[in-house]
Structure formats: structure tokens, C-alpha cells
């Protein structure tokens, strides 16, 4: 009989390994199992629970919520708040911080979350996910928005579930990058991807290419020579793929390599970027460092970056490291 390792099995092993581990980590780590889980069943249920389509608001980024941004929103919170585990939480769907509820005791750990992330493929029936960061907090405190801007670097633990054909964890708690399968018979995650690495080389690319003509010149020169291919200066040919998904075009890169971009974008002054530093970026970032990948805005290393609102949006440049750095290049020489 094989010897199936299962996620709790993981973490309490690995944390073993560490002079101050309390177990809390691995308590909290579980209760976001638990909450990802439930998603996964009701994004697979779809609309035989009616959780498709338009919840008929906005987040606080002037973007129209899903009835599914709010539901996963409600289940993170839910799964979340009452553990002890917790000082406070921060949600791409919440304008301000998330407290913990009166009469609840408060943790050693931040929580912050993108609860369903690439919400505009839900309807459409592709793969979406959730995307959560750890940081450690002063215990005992009732944290302010100050408490939860610091550098990505600081994080504990950074993760996503992919709720694609089969629904995955990826995991990183500063040791390498993990993969996991739910396994729907027996309910849990199991260890299917040990020590994930990203190739440094690559021939793929992935970003949006109807905001081409809002590019900034180091963004443009990169894309124009893969797209000559084997004529061009890089003498290869590139293909592309965009999936609208960050959980999924970041899951591709961890398996096959590749580099992911959402640049710099002259559209809007204010909004240097569509991602989310404290939901999004940073914990990608996280996990592609730790698989051997580099993440960077194209100016400096994301995890380098210190935040300063919660809801503060970073251009990505993220994958194989000699590509992105190859990009990284292309901006020193035009700045
Ligand atoms: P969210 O659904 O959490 O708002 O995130 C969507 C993000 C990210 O997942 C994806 O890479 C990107 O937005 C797609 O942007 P475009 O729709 O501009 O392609
Ligand atoms: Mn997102
Ligand atoms: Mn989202």
C-alpha cells in the first residue's frame, strides 16, 4: 500500500522541524483548509446552488462583485474569525480591515486574502481560486491598517488553491514549494507535487495583449522580439497564454516554467498596475522565489516593496528567472 502523505501530515512534520512552533500555524493553516474546501464544493456546484453571476455591487476598487466574491468572502471570515489564531484579517473584497468579532480571543498571526481570485471565468465555467497570506503580528494587539503593510518578504506562509479539473494547494512556508490534491473521496489534500521548481529557461508568455498601446518601451520591446520568433532576436519561437486566472497562469509556470505579466500601464496615474500588492503580488511572489522563480515590478523585487495601503495595486512581472530578468534588464536600459 502506497503511503499517501496528507497536508496536516505535512505541516506538523515540517513544523516539528522548527525551535519555536507552537502548533497554532498548523491549526490556522487547517481552518483555511477547511474554508477552501467548502469553496471548492460550491464552485463545483455552480448553478445547481445558484452562486453564478453579478452580486450587483462594487469592491472598493470599483470592481462589480460576484454573487461568488462575496460568498468566499463570508466563508474565509466565517472559517476564520472565531480560532484564536488571529489578531485580523484584510480581504481584496473588504474596504477596510477585518477585526475579530468581540468576545473571540486574538492571535499571533495576520490573515489576508484574495477569497476568489479570476471571478470573471466563473460564469464561463474556467478555473478560479483563492489566494491567502500569513504575516506574524504583536500578540494581544487589535491591529491597525499600519499593521499589515510590510514587506512581502516578512510573510510566513503564502498560498493558493486552484479550483480547476482537479482542485490543488500550493504552499509555501519559506521551504520550498508544495502541491496537493483534494482528494474528494476521503476529503483531503494530498501531497501530489513535492518541491515544485520553476525552469529558469522558457519559451511562453502570458499577459493581456489588448493593453498593448498602454505598455511602457521595456514591456513592448520584450513582447515585439518574442513575437518575431525564430527571425527576430532571440532566434526562438514564443507561444502564449493568457487564462484571465492569476491561480491558473501562475499554476502553469510552476509546472512547465514561463513568465507571467501585468505591466506598468499608462491608462490611469493611480492605478500603476491591475494586482493587488497584499492579496495577490505578494504571496505570488513568495511562492515563485521559493520555487526558483523572480518576481519584480520591472524596477525592484516585489517582495522588496513597502506597502502602503491596503488595497495598493503593484505592476507584476513573475516566472522563469532568466526571462524575467531578461525583462528586469529591459528596464534599466530604458530608465
Ligand atoms: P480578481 O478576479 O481577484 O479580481 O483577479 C483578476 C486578476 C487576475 O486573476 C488576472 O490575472 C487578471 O486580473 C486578469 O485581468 P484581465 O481581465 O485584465 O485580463
Ligand atoms: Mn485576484
Ligand atoms: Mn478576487
Not at 470592481?63 to 480560532?83: G, S, Y
Not at 519559506?174 to 522558457?202: A, C, K, S, W
Request: proline fraction near 5%; aromatic fraction near 8%; charge should be negative.
Amino acid at each position: 500500500m502506497t503511503n499517501k502523505v496528507t497536508l496536516t501530515q505535512f505541516i506538523i512534520e515540517q513544523q516539528r522541524g522548527l525551535p519555536d512552533a507552537s502548533g497554532t500555524f498548523t491549526l490556522l493553516l487547517n481552518n483555511i483548509v477547511t474554508a477552501c474546501k467548502k469553496i471548492s464544493h460550491l464552485v463545483n456546484r455552480g448553478n445547481l446552488v445558484g452562486v453564478l453571476g453579478s452580486a450587483g455591487s462594487e469592491n472598493v476598487q470599483g470592481e462589480v462583485q460576484k454573487k461568488l466574491d462575496i460568498i468566499t468572502n463570508d466563508i474565509m471570515v466565517e472559517a476564520l474569525n472565531w480560532t484564536g489564531h488571529l489578531a485580523g484579517m484584510a480581504s481584496e473584497e473588504v474596504d477596510e480591515i477585518i477585526t475579530i468579532p468581540a468576545g473571540y480571543p486574538k492571535g499571533k498571526y495576520l490573515a489576508l486574502f484574495d477569497p476568489l481570485d479570476g471571478s470573471s471565468n466563473i460564469d464561463i465555467n474556467l478555473a478560479v481560486g483563492t489566494i491567502f497570506s500569513i504575516l506574524r503580528c504583536r500578540e494581544g494587539i487589535d491591529p491597525e491598517p499600519e499593521d499589515f503593510l510590510r514587506k512581502g518578504a516578512e510573510q510566513v506562509c503564502a498560498g493558493f488553491v486552484l479550483y480547476g479539473p482537479s482542485t490543488m494547494m500550493i504552499l509555501t512556508t519559506g521551504h520550498g514549494v508544495n502541491g496537493f490534491t483534494l482528494d474528494q473521496d476521503i476529503g483531503e489534500f494530498i501531497l501530489t507535487h513535492p518541491n515544485m521548481r520553476i525552469p529558469e529557461e522558457t519559451g511562453e508568455f502570458a499577459i493581456n495583449m489588448s493593453n498593448q498601446r498602454f505598455w511602457e518601451p521595456p514591456v513592448q520591446r520584450y513582447i515585439d522580439e518574442c513575437l518575431q520568433g525564430k527571425e527576430g532576436v532571440r532566434e526562438k519561437d514564443f507561444n502564449m497564454r493568457w487564462v484571465a486566472s492569476l491561480v491558473a497562469d501562475v499554476y502553469r509556470i510552476l509546472t512547465r516554467g514561463g513568465v507571467f505579466l501585468y505591466p506598468y500601464d499608462l491608462r490611469d496615474r493611480a492605478k500603476p498596475g491591475k494586482l493587488r500588492i497584499m492579496y495577490e503580488a505578494n504571496p505570488m511572489a513568495f511562492i515563485v522565489e521559493q520555487a526558483g522563480g523572480v518576481c519584480s515590478t520591472g524596477r525592484e523585487r516585489i517582495l522588496d516593496i513597502k506597502p502602503t495601503g491596503i488595497h495598493q495595486r503593484v505592476p507584476v512581472i513573475l516566472g522563469s528567472k532568466n526571462e524575467v530578468e531578461r525583462i528586469v534588464s529591459y528596464h534599466q536600459d530604458a530608465f
